[in-house]
T-cell receptor, first 111, second 114 residues
């Protein structure tokens, strides 16, 4: 089975722009979670989607949003980018609780 | 609220020496506990987890961790490390019923020297 794939792997944006990141889960996995990893704040949970519904959410501003499609692929969107949004964004998929498989991440740089 | 403290940000060790990476958690409810490893420029890989049952859990590559409820700890150990174990290690907790939401510690960078 192919692993979790994330596109793009690297992205450079400027302040004020918006960005969309994509995550394709392992085949058959219906849960997709997103995490932000920064040197200062570490790994922080953004949200989780299951069968196209958000069922858990972290403590991030409304500029961060996501969605999941019927094929379980997920996107996350960040609007009005700030310098502090520079991070590695990790996606994880799961077919059952407490067993997540992480993708390689998308490294976002905001200039 | 749950929190995870990894007591050492960096642990240098010589090859074939034993190592312990410390993790303490805080929670008002029962938790599930995890150790993940991250190699440079890669995502996270699950090393081992404790959900219930035996308090000692093992991974396939020689790591083990012991859940200690009274000390709220879940320390990771390996009796003999290899150069290839050099990576960042994250301890994490989740709450039963919290679906897949993980709360991570700040990470411990394990550097194995020849």
């Amino acid at each position: 089975k192919a692993g979790v794939t994330q596109t793009p792997r690297y992205l450079i944006k400027t302040r004020g722009q918006q960005v969309t990141l994509s995550c394709s889960p392992i085949s058959g996995h219906r849960s997709v979670s997103w995490y932000q990893q920064t040197p200062g704040q570490g790994l922080q949970f953004l949200f989780e989607y299951f069968s196209e519904t958000q069922r858990n959410k972290g403590n991030f501003p409304g500029r961060f949003s996501g969605r999941q499609f019927s094929n379980s692929r997920s996107e996350m969107n960040v609007s009005t980018l700030e310098l502090g949004d520079s991070a590695l964004y990790l996606c994880a998929s799961s077919s059952r609780p407490n067993e997540q498989f992480f993708g390689p991440g998308t490294r976002l740089t905001v200039l | 609220a749950q929190s995870v403290t990894q007591l050492d940000s960096q642990v240098p060790v010589f090859e074939e020496a034993p190592v312990e990476l410390r993790c303490n958690y805080s929670s008002s409810v029962s938790v599930y506990l995890f150790w993940y490893v991250q190699y440079p420029n890669q995502g996270l890989q699950l090393l081992l987890k404790y959900l219930s049952g035996s308090t000692l859990v093992e991974s396939i590559n020689g790591f083990e961790a012991e859940f200690n409820k009274s000390q709220t700890s879940f320390h990771l150990r390996k009796p003999s490390v290899h150069i290839s174990d050099t990576a960042e290690y994250f301890c994490a907790v989740s709450e039963p019923g919290g679906y897949n939401k993980l709360i991570f510690g700040a990470g411990t960078r394990l550097a194995v020297h020849p």
